[in-house]
């Protein structure tokens, strides 16, 4: 079978679909990976073709400055999360377009997978579904679709449980709705227009799950707001994590299981200032003796961490996670989908403190499932953030929580459920398509069902 893989250039989409992709080659499938050149090296050493995205839509999301530097002096909030969401995931969407369209031109495919901010495909799914292969999304965030109380996403709202909780929630959504969902949706219509293909109804980051052939959440169903989901949302636990990313540091002997391990990370896009979260744990846990504080700073210098390093601190710019997991007692994160459920995955309770991109409402999933402490804040106070640490070591709920989500992830075959669902897919399209009829004007066709039931 012939896929190619979409991603958004940032590692923590390319991440999880690297670990699908793994899946995949394994399976004998041929895989080219589209997406930012930054990327090149890692896609053509694991033995993949790699496509370039056009180059107004190939950056570096590691410095997102450097794609919105405006976003600096915008606090967090819905203008932010507005203009965010512009620049980084609708402005690009006609560039993506057009390269995944030629892409398949020179190279046609049966099945096309790509990450749900990459709105490259959204043309696609909105074009005549028998002129095109088949699209699978993978759900590497939190599921946005409306929520059963009325909550707006991206404020970290936990559910409500009275009906004044459900008002106010309401009263929410709608100036979030005015703020963020109207403009920005406004903003994808015009370019779907451009491109000759129909507008939609609702926000795009909700089309994309309703309108994919299928849709791969990686997570488990706990770690999810409960609500009605379309057919397309399958739960299929987190992808296997990519071995060898990074050496095992020297000082791997130092983790030899007499003190507690505090793994800490602020990901690799929100980590352009260590003060937030790295620095204030380093400073909270620094006269614990019986902790050893590790962090990671995700590619970026170590000498980047403000003020001095711990005696019982060990630090490294990557860390291989399949190994350190398996140390950790105690995960400080800020909030990076991937990351938080593979530590979940491993039955490490955890604490967070995250407030931009989705990172809210990932945290606010940690509470609410019991696996961990969310401190709701982008820089938490030392002292809270001690006494945080401590009590999901010494208070047994929080690891029972987390072995209980362990086993949930532990009962989901991820690589036979993902596989499952590829077949089915491309058995059933390739049962009623011709494909050597295929042409690059099937966007400009006859709407696919599943948009007609959307409306």
């Known amino acids: 079978m012939k896929i190619l893989i979409a991603s958004t250039p940032a590692e923590g989409h390319l991440n999880p679909l690297l670990g699908i992709t793994r899946v995949l080659l394994a399976e004998g499938h041929e895989i080219a990976f589209f997406t930012g050149s930054v990327f090149r090296h890692r896609i053509e050493s694991s033995g993949m073709k790699f496509i370039s995205l056009p180059a107004s839509a190939d950056f570096d999301l590691r410095e997102l400055l450097s794609v919105a530097p405006e976003l600096k002096d915008i606090p967090a909030g819905p203008e932010w999360l507005r203009v965010c969401v512009r620049r980084v995931f609708i ?33 696609m799914l909105l074009g005549a579904g028998s002129k095109r292969p088949s699209i699978v999304v993978c759900g590497t965030t939190f599921l946005r679709l409306p929520r059963e109380d009325g909550a707006p996403n991206f404020l970290g709202l936990p559910p409500a449980t009275t009906e004044e909780q459900r008002q106010q929630y309401a009263a929410m959504a709608r100036q979030v709705d005015e703020a963020v969902n109207q403009p920005n949706l406004l903003c994808v219509n015009e370019t779907l227009n451009t491109l000759g293909v129909g507008t939609l109804p609702i926000p795009a980051s909700q089309a994309i799950i309703k309108l994919a ?26 992808p296997p994590i990519v071995p060898n990313q990074a050496p095992v540091p020297s000082w791997a002997a130092d983790l030899d299981g007499k003190r507690k391990v505090v793994l800490v990370t602020q990901g690799t896009v ?19 003796p019986d902790l050893l504080v590790v962090v990671t700073t995700g590619g970026r210098p170590v000498d980047a961490i403000p003020g001095p390093i711990p005696s019982n601190a060990r630090v490294s710019t990557y860390l291989p996670f399949e190994w350190i997991l398996k140390k950790t007692d105690v995960f400080v994160t800020n909030g990076g989908y991937g990351s938080v459920n593979q530590a979940m995955s491993f039955g490490i309770p955890i604490v967070s403190a995250g407030l931009t991109e989705d990172k809210a409402d990932v945290n606010a999933r940690i509470a609410w499932s019991g696996v961990g402490i969310n401190l709701a804040t982008n820089q938490p106070d030392p002292r809270v953030l001690r006494e945080a640490v401590r009590t999901v070591l010494e208070k047994p709920g929080y690891r029972t929580r987390a072995a209980s989500m362990a086993d949930e992830f532990a009962g989901l075959d991820t690589r036979s459920e993902i596989l499952s669902i590829i077949r089915r897919l491309v058995a059933d399209r390739k049962a009623t398509v011709d494909f050597a009829k295929k042409d690059s004007e099937y966007t400009r066709n006859e709407p696919p069902p599943s948009l007609a039931r959307m409306l």
């Open 213 to 238: 052939d299928a849709y791969l959440q990686l997570s488990v169903p706990s770690f999810e707001f409960p609500r009605k989901l379309p057919p397309t949302v399958h739960f299929v636990g987190t």
């Open 270 to 288: 929100a980590n352009h200032n260590f003060g937030l979260l790295v620095a204030p744990t380093l400073a909270a846990l620094a006269d614990e």
């Open 91 to 123: 402005d690009p969407m006609a560039a993506q377009h057009q390269g995944l369209l030629q892409a398949i031109r020179e190279s046609p495919v049966d099945m096309v997978l790509c990450d749900d901010t990459f709105l490259g495909a959204l043309p």
